[in-house]
């Protein structure tokens, strides 16, 4: 995982300096006359490399390297051997706390421990605002020369400085699992209970003792000719295979919701990127925690057992749901941009074929309509940029680029004679900020309430399947979770959103880069669409689960325990002499005593 780690931030010593379209021919200098119109200054007709000052060979050596860079591949390595990091923790992990933890501690010992594995994300959501409000080239440029703020929609943060120091501590992490034996030895009243162990091989008749030697070893070939039976066993389980489509359904829509929802807080509610990452890495990822932990510590409190857990596990997402439902109304509007969402006069909203960004307001100016340089003017209005605003002059207070005598701010409006406007986008409306607030308390609740029914699932799922198979199970499980709904989730949740994309960015070869504004709207009824259809596909399946509990297992105990019942009525000599004849021959690991449902 630390290898892994410091790969992935690899690329940022090998590409070259981050390049933005700089503001600075706005502003005065040692060279350049203090008022410049930003109207003549733009040109959609100039070639890059006359705008950039680059030479036309220089200008596609570049733009070849950008096409053909290789610098996805340490990332790709990075998250491979981050994969590989992560096995002894799950599943091999959990169904070790299982096998040698009591029956009782069991959800307790998980829940602990997928409970500080939440703790990691949180300090990983506060590094990363911290990171995103520094400049990504930070100790490689004079940062005095930098003319965007975070507030800028060119700004880049310092990605990869966090992976730096994830890196390293999970190498400082690594040094204590050295220092541990190679075998630990099994808890003297686990072995009398009679709990079962976790095994090398996957498939093993109920009849022979499962226990293994010291030093036995089970040969590759062997595990290798008992994996498609084993594979077929846990294909026959309906249990199993239920829980893993509905808890694979269930991931697609989490893993959709949690990678956008930054970008769903940017958008909706107007707020910075460092701002989203604090928010959620001090609010939302805490609920997740103490949600997880909760289900563990009712698992133990009230003992419950396989059906009461999945009755949890269903309880909790319906009603996990239904609360996600009430973000459909906290919504904001759409910001004002002149062109885009509303005209230049400001008086209505654009409809979709009606968008343009030139009028006559801006019609000498030589603009382009591919560049994204935001400017909010004093009647409360975004333009794309300070040409598209029609703005005659300029000016510059630190940071702080000023445009003035804008004829497009003139007229929207006419009769407040101040036809200025500052670098930036303007602020959402009003309301927005105490929707925001809404936003959050409802978001912690929801977190809460899906997180709660964690540690009954996966109780569920150590309790349908024969003991024996548990690290196989758990393993097709997560690898199920992770290619199933970790890889495609936010690739489709990515493009159905992108439908929502007003104005697109170019880089700088003119390819198509990322959206630079959403429709509010749209982005929200697709966002929190997508979840909730998601989520309620999972409800349903995990609605089967529990019918065929009720249906199969449960009847099948019942009659097992009234015919015993029958038996030991009539015949309870003989059932004992028999049972002391046969507990010579019982082994000490019986798988049915765990999966008892």
């Known amino acids: 995982m630390g290898v892994g780690t410091l790969l992935t931030a690899l690329p940022q010593f090998f590409m070259e300096k981050y390049s933005y379209e700089k503001y600075e021919k706005y502003s005065p200098s040692a060279n350049l006359t203090p008022n410049i119109s930003p109207c003549h200054l733009e ?138 034996p190679k075998t630990l030895p099994r808890s003297q009243s686990i072995e009398d209970s009679g709990s079962s162990s976790e095994k090398s091989k996957f498939i093993i008749d109920d009849s022979i003792n499962y226990q293994m030697a010291p030093g036995e070893e089970t040969k590759i070939m062997e595990m290798a000719r008992n994996f498609l039976p084993s594979l077929k066993t846990l294909i026959r389980n309906p249990v199993y295979i239920l829980y893993l489509c509905a808890s694979t359904v269930q991931f697609n829509s989490l893993f959709g919701m949690v990678t956008y929802k930054p970008k769903y807080i940017e958008q909706q509610y107007g707020q910075s990127s460092s701002k989203t990452n604090f928010v ?194 758990l393993g097709i499980y997560t690898l199920a979770v992770r290619v199933l709904a970790g890889i495609p989730a936010p690739v489709y949740f990515g493009v159905l959103i992108d439908t929502s994309c007003l104005k697109w960015g170019f880089k700088k070869c003119g390819s198509q880069g990322s959206c630079r504004l959403y429709d509010s709207h749209a982005f929200r009824h697709i966002y929190l669409g997508l979840t909730t259809l998601l989520g309620t596909v999972s409800i349903f399946l995990s609605m089967a689960v529990l019918f065929i509990l009720k249906k199969k297992y449960v009847s099948k105990h019942s009659c097992s325990i009234a015919t015993r019942g029958k038996a030991v009525a009539s015949s309870s000599f003989r059932i004992e002499a028999r049972a002391a004849k046969d507990r010579g021959h019982q082994p000490k690991y019986w798988p049915g005593k765990e999966t008892r449902l």
């Open 280 to 473: 959620i890495g001090l609010i939302n990822i805490p609920a997740v925690a103490l949600g997880i932990f909760s289900g563990g510590i009712v698992m133990k409190k009230f003992r419950l057992g396989v059906l009461e857990a999945t009755k949890l596990y269903l309880g909790s997402s319906v009603f996990g749901y239904l609360l996600f439902l009430s973000l459909f109304a906290l919504g904001c509007e759409n910001p004002g941009v002149a062109g885009l969402t509303v005209t230049y006069q400001g008086t209505k909203p654009v409809s979709y074929h009606e968008r343009a960004l030139f009028s006559d307001c801006n019609s000498r100016c030589k603009c382009s309509e591919s560049k994204w340089e935001p400017m909010c003017g004093d009647n409360g209005i975004t333009y794309v940029s300070a040409c598209l605003a029609g703005c005659q002059s300029s000016s510059q207070s630190g940071k702080n680029i000023m445009f003035s005598n804008c004829t497009c701010v003139g007229l929207a409006a006419p009769k407040s004679g101040n036809w200025s406007g500052m670098m930036g986008r303007c602020q959402k409306d009003n309301e927005c900020p105490q929707m925001f607030l809404y936003f959050l308390v409802i978001s912690v609740i929801t977190s809460y309430t899906l997180s709660l029914g964690g540690i009954p699932g996966y109780i569920l799922l150590l309790r349908c399947i024969q003991p024996h198979l548990k690290s196989f199970a």
């Open 43 to 180: 040109s959609s007709s100039l070639p890059p490399s006359l705008a950039t000052g680059k030479s036309p060979n220089k200008m596609n050596d570049e733009c070849k390297g950008d096409a053909s860079s290789s610098m996805w591949v340490y990332v790709f390595l990075g998250n491979l051997l981050r994969g590989l990091g992560e096995t002894p923790i799950q599943p091999l992990g959990i169904a070790y706390l299982d096998d040698f933890a009591s029956e009782d501690n069991a959800a307790f010992y998980i829940g602990c421990v997928q409970t500080v594995a939440i703790i990691g994300p949180i300090f990983g959501f506060l590094l990363g605002s911290l990171c995103a409000k520094l400049y990504v080239d930070i100790g490689f440029v004079n940062l005095d020369h930098i003319t965007i703020t975070p507030k800028d929609p060119q700004w880049v943060g310092a990605w990869w400085l966090g992976y730096l120091i994830a890196g390293l501590l999970s190498l400082l992490a690594a040094v204590p699992f050295w220092c541990l």
